[in-house]
């Protein structure tokens, strides 16, 4: 494979290895095939096993993404009305300078008026928050708690194993029951998919547990469709029948937990019948699981579940992840290397954060935090005591919060604001984007450097650049390297390449030479980390009960917490609204790429024959879907993804795709998890009417 220095030569054709730098588990190692400075094909790497030469749809199409016809070119100003997307060129001389003198401007009253926005536009350290951290810490701006996505999770496993760890997510394929859990594993983690065919080949047995019967769903041997919010309940009822059948590893407990005795109290509480009122699901549906569960642990096979990150969003997503967790310790399913369970292995990673992120660069200062899950709520606060000062400057990159925030009419309301000063780095003109006062062009994956860890397998990924910058893109780090300079600021970690900060990334403790060689190298972690205990928890030991989260005030035992928004028959909001991803979509990234959002057709709110029949609604009707927040109109399609009780509105299209400018996120709140400070966009009430045109 002839490999490119960077920038590429011109002529020749030549292949170049990469890293795909989108939100998915799977982080692929890429090969971009190059002919003459352009791009003209992505494919997957075979020599990277977890990638075996296979990509999504999605990225399969990455050169429509970085040659598309509306790919930002140029900077450009706003020269109309905030929010109407009209802009003209400028130079990027006088883009930098006018963005500088501003933020000098205000940083000169109280830098935490500043706010960066960020989150993952892209994966990668170096173009994610690498020069851009140093950039703000050096300023003083307040700091952002990126909790979107994945932060409920996260923080219930280190309560509970001690960080992001679990099974090897090969060793699914030796499985003999296979429990997928949150997780619509073939749109979203097509690589463990094939994992679980392996299995199921061999023999294994496959259940999945997701309130929407997806696409995952269909190819399982049985679906559960419990209630939005209620894991935790049918997780303690589990336990409530290993502990009635003694479908116990009693050795395990004993020596590797902690907390077992107040668990198993509160465990019995729950009851096949109580769970089964909560969630919705018949008794029969718990305690045939809990057969299996236990039943097979029992007999020492080999016992894995596969949570993802949809179910903690909710009230008590926390809460969930904790007492499934809890589930292959009380069986000893750690024992073997294809039983456990697996969320995330991000823990695993030598990363050094500091080195990348220099937040020795903040000095004594102590800048607050602002929740980017609140961000709507955060722009419309007038400065006090308790908030601080007011933001009047966003610098957003690698995020469309316009689109992708929850409660976005109050995001709208923030962002419209004339007297916020707003920056986007951007390949396209986003929802965001239009509320932008200066718009910046950013390079894609296949023009820049960048090095990769995920959370799905346990490897390192570089990406080098294959092409030059399209247009006048420029990379995330060369704007804020730029910008650095333009604001006088002279500290030399502010002027490093981004080949140095790939290397900072992980120092010694990670070959550059094997990235550089193979595109790829491996960080250990033991084939069957939890056999012998050894949890990295304060304890060392799985804790069911964590003293932390008793410190914190919490309960320091996992329980089932309801929703927000719960949804009953008579209520003035009824049904339960998920907004799981469209197959062909990444949160917004992708929807402008025709022929994804040819396959998507048009915005859908999926809903259940009982519920629409009930509404006068049929197939292919448009339909109005409102509470207290706002309303947002699609068309319905009826069919057995939706259960009773609840809707699938399938996000996330851009506001400006919509029918009235608007997507499911005008229906989100701005509450957050028990744990984690996360978002909670599967914890929404709404109704749902035909739509009636005004006469």
């Not at 949570?307 to 073997?336: D, E, I």
């Not at 695993?348 to 929740?371: F, H």
Request: aromatic fraction near 8%; hydrophobic fraction near 40%.
């Amino acid at each position: 494979m002839q490999v490119s220095s960077f920038p590429p030569p011109a002529l020749g054709t030549f292949e170049v290895l990469g890293a795909c730098p989108h939100d998915c588990p799977d982080t692929c190692s890429l090969v971009t095939s190059v002919q003459d400075g352009v791009a003209i094909r992505v494919h997957g790497n075979a020599a990277h096993p977890h990638t075996g030469g296979v990509l999504c749809t999605k990225v399969s199409r990455y050169t429509e993404r970085s040659y598309h016809p509306e790919r930002l070119l140029t900077p450009m100003k706003r020269s109309g009305p905030k929010g109407s997307g009209q802009f003209e060129p400028v130079s990027w001389d006088v883009a930098l300078c006018d963005i500088a003198a501003r933020l000098k401007d205000i940083a000169a009253r109280d830098p935490q008026a500043i706010l960066p926005y960020s989150y993952a536009g892209t994966m990668g350290l170096v173009q994610g928050d690498g020069m851009a951290a140093r950039f703000f810490h050096r300023l003083g701006a307040s700091l952002l708690d990126r909790t979107i996505c994945a932060s409920a999770g996260a923080t219930a496993l280190d309560y509970t194993l001690g960080g992001k760890l679990g099974m090897k997510i090969e060793f699914f394929a030796e499985s003999d029951l296979i429990l997928i859990w949150g997780s619509n594993a073939i749109a979203s983690n097509l690589h463990f998919w094939r994992h679980v065919q392996t299995a199921k080949r061999g023999g294994a047995r496959i259940i999945c547990i997701d309130p929407r019967k997806t696409e995952t769903a269909e190819k399982c041997h049985q679906h559960i469709a419990p209630r939005p919010g209620t894991d935790a309940a049918l997780a303690l009822a589990l336990m409530h029948e290993l502990i009635r059948n003694d479908w116990l590893d009693h050795d395990y407990i004993a020596q590797h937990t902690l907390g077992w005795e107040a668990l198993r109290e509160r465990a019995l509480q729950w009851t096949p019948a109580r769970a089964a009122e909560v969630c919705g699901i018949s008794v029969a549906e718990i305690e045939g699981l809990a057969r299996e569960y236990g039943q097979a642990c029992k007999a020492g096979k080999k016992v894995a579940i596969r949570l993802n990150y949809g179910m903690q969003r909710t009230r008590g997503g926390g809460n969930a992840v904790r007492a499934v967790a809890c589930l292959p310790a009380l069986t000893g399913a750690w024992a073997r290397r294809a039983g456990g369970l697996l969320m995330s292995n991000s823990s695993v990673y030598p990363t050094n954060k500091a080195a990348l992120q220099r937040p020795d660069l903040l000095g004594a200062r102590s800048p607050r935090t602002i929740n980017m899950s609140a961000i709507g709520e955060a722009l419309l606060q007038p400065s006090s005591p308790a908030f601080g000062p007011a933001v009047e400057a966003l610098i957003v990159y690698n995020s469309n919060p316009v689109a992708v925030a929850p409660d976005s009419g109050q995001v709208v309301q923030g962002f419209a604001r004339e007297d916020l000063f707003t920056v986007v780095l951007e390949h396209f003109q986003t929802d965001t984007a239009d509320y932008a006062d200066y718009l910046l062009p950013a390079t894609t994956q296949l023009e820049h450097w960048d090095i990769h860890t995920t959370y799905g397998h346990t490897d390192v990924l570089l990406n080098r650049p294959a092409i030059a910058p399209v247009g006048q893109a420029r990379s995330n780090t060369a704007v804020f390297r730029e910008l650095a300079a333009r604001m006088g600021f002279t500290d030399p970690c502010l002027a490093e390449d981004d080949l140095t900060l790939v290397r900072q990334a992980f120092g010694d403790k990670v070959s550059f030479d094997e990235l550089m060689d193979k595109g790829f190298a491996t960080v250990a972690l033991a084939d069957a980390p939890f056999a012998q205990g050894g949890f990295p928890t304060p304890s060392g030991k799985c804790e069911f009960f964590s003293q932390r989260l008793a410190d914190a005030g919490q309960d320091g035992l996992p329980d089932y917490l309801p929703n927000y928004e719960t949804a009953r028959p008579g209520d003035r909001y009824p049904l339960a609204m998920i907004s799981p991803p469209a197959r062909n979509f990444l949160n917004s990234s992708f929807v402008n790429v025709k022929s994804l959002r040819d396959m998507e057709g048009e915005p859908l709110l999926e809903m259940h024959a009982e519920d629409a029949g009930a509404r006068g609604i049929a197939s292919g009707d448009l339909v109005r879907i409102f509470n207290d927040r706002g309303s947002y109109r699609c068309t319905v399609r009826i069919n057995a993804r939706a259960r009773l009780g609840v809707v699938n509105g399938l996000g996330v299209w851009w506001r400006k795709l919509g029918l009235d400018g608007r997507n499911v996120n005008e229906l989100t709140h701005q509450g957050l998890t028990d744990m984690g400070r996360a978002a909670t966009f599967y914890d929404c009430a709404v109704q749902v009417e035909k739509f009636q045109p005004a006469p």
